[in-house]
């Protein structure tokens, strides 16, 4: 019978993608569903996170998971030239202080998302022992001579210092990653319903779940399933609810919207290449991560990555702005008119004082950028820091409910700010999960008791 992965965002993607990679024959007799509520896919998280893929700045209980999706990541590209299609590329990363602020308000850990501090704070110690920032870049107009990215404006009494190298992370153009598993999805088979919400399960003659049933254009439709994987981001607590209505528990998991801008820069018009790293004759695309602290010049904690996108023009992502009392819309496509001008004008200065043309001797940068996408998203937090990738305990899905014995409802969500790093390690070890074998990683602290 089949498997119904409720949410279609990187996480819901990458389930499908290894369990049909697992299980081709359930994929090609169309028996792998991704429902999402959406009209269309990555209108969510998903379709408008940064990419920053990180080895090992995970804590103790992800720490396993976060390793195997690196390399995950890192294989998917090799393997189906993920550089040219997804802009997979290794990154270096650097953290930025001005005037030494917020230096002193590092925090450690899953803390640093909630108390508006940054990322740079998970950053495993043994980065310290890094190369200098120039080491291996190519000398074009593209870096400058200490090696740092030229899109990045040098901020007056700021200190740019490597926090880590290629080696340990990179990163991605996440919504080109997610057309690319979409893609691979449907070629296996797996069918993709857009604009489905799933209202509740339904029973077979027996008394036991036999799949779920969802409403599309006012019209209700029974799919039936042995497996349900709920894999809705933000929004797992609520489908959860909506099916089981009886159940007491509750996924511990909370919304915090993000906004970020997608710009092109007049100094970054091609592929930085670092010319150390030959593979096949090729120099291998690099690129750059710099995370800050609130300072005189952004009230926030602003992240500018340097990426390619798939067209093989070079991108500037910004993020860090986030808004936590923002409420989660009914389905992804609400998340858009939510936007507050006020926010997003505060992004675009922060970003202009980021990356805009800096003029000699004044700090004040001119906004020269093109704006190719803006966003606004939700990423779910769980109460832990970490992700809850389970199967839920058959106790906790409301009285009466009873599941085929070799089937279940399982829960994938709660990847707060590292859903993309994490999502193949994730999609991987769920397939497995659903397949009854050992995870490739070790999620046992990541399971609900
Ligand atoms: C500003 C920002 C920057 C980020 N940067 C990074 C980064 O650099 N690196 C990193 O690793 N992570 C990053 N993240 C985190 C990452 O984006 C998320 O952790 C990840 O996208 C979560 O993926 P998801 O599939 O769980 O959720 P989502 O992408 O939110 O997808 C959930 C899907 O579920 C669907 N859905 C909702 N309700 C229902 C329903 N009732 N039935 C069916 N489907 C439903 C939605 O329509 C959506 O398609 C960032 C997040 C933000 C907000």
């Not at 933000?234 to 089981?244: D, G, M, R």
Request: aromatic share 6%.
């Amino acid at each position: 019978m089949a498997t119904v992965i409720l949410g279609g965002g990187i996480i819901g993607l990458s389930i499908a993608y290894h369990f049909s990679e697992l299980k081709p024959d359930l994929a090609a007799s169309h028996q792998i569903h991704v429902v999402d509520s959406a009209s269309e896919l990555l209108l969510s998280a998903s379709g408008y996170a940064g990419g920053f893929l990180a080895k090992d700045w995970f804590s103790p209980a992800s720490a396993s998971l976060g390793e195997l999706s690196f390399n995950l990541h890192k294989e998917l590209a090799a393997t189906h030239d993920g550089a040219r299609k997804w802009g997979y590329a290794p990154s270096k990363v650097y953290s930025l202080a001005i005037d030494s602020r917020g230096m002193g308000k590092q925090a450690k850990d899953e803390d640093w998302l909630q108390s508006g501090t940054s990322r740079s704070g998970v950053a495993p110690s043994s980065a310290d022992g890094a190369t200098g920032p120039g080491a291996g870049a190519d000398r074009h107009e593209m870096v400058n001579d200490d090696g740092s990215p030229a899109w990045f404006t040098r901020q007056r009494n700021g200190t740019l210092e490597v926090l880590d190298d290629e080696g340990n992370c990179a990163q991605v153009e996440p919504r080109q990653l997610c057309q690319w598993l979409i893609e691979r999805c449907k070629e296996r088979g797996v069918q993709i319903h857009t604009g489905c919400v799933a209202c509740s399960i339904f029973k077979n003659a027996e008394g036991k779940v036999a799949g779920i049933k969802v409403r599309k254009d006012m019209e209700i439709y029974e799919k039936h399933a042995k497996n349900i994987v709920l894999a809705a981001g933000a929004w797992t607590p609520k489908v959860f609810q909506s099916i089981f209505h009886d159940s007491k528990f509750r996924i511990p998991v909370t919304p915090l919207a993000g906004y970020s801008i997608v710009v092109r820069s007049p100094r970054l018009t091609k592929p930085i290449l670092d010319l150390s790293q030959h593979s096949g004759g090729t120099p291998v695309g690099i690129s750059h991560a710099i995370y800050c602290n609130p300072s005189p010049n952004w009230a926030f904690a602003p992240e500018a990555f340097s990426r390619l996108s798939a067209d093989g023009k070079p991108e500037i992502w910004i993020g860090g702005l986030n808004d936590p009392g923002l409420q989660l819309p009914d389905t992804a496509n609400g998340a858009a008119s939510l936007r507050d001008k006020n926010k997003s004008e505060e992004m675009r200065k922060a970003m202009v004082a980021m990356t805009g043309l800096s003029r000699q001797g004044d700090n004040l940068q001119v906004d020269d950028l093109e704006t190719k996408r803006e966003g606004l998203c939700f990423r779910p937090i769980s109460r832990s820091g970490y992700p809850i990738i389970s199967k839920v305990p058959a106790n906790a899905l409301g009285k009466d409910i009873e599941m085929e014995e070799d089937g279940g409802v399982f829960v994938a969500t709660g990847h707060g700010p590292w859903g993309i790093s994490l999502s193949l390690g994730t999609g991987l070890v769920m397939a497995e999960l659903l397949i009854g074998r050992k995870p490739s990683a070790d999620i046992s602290r990541l399971a609900i008791r």
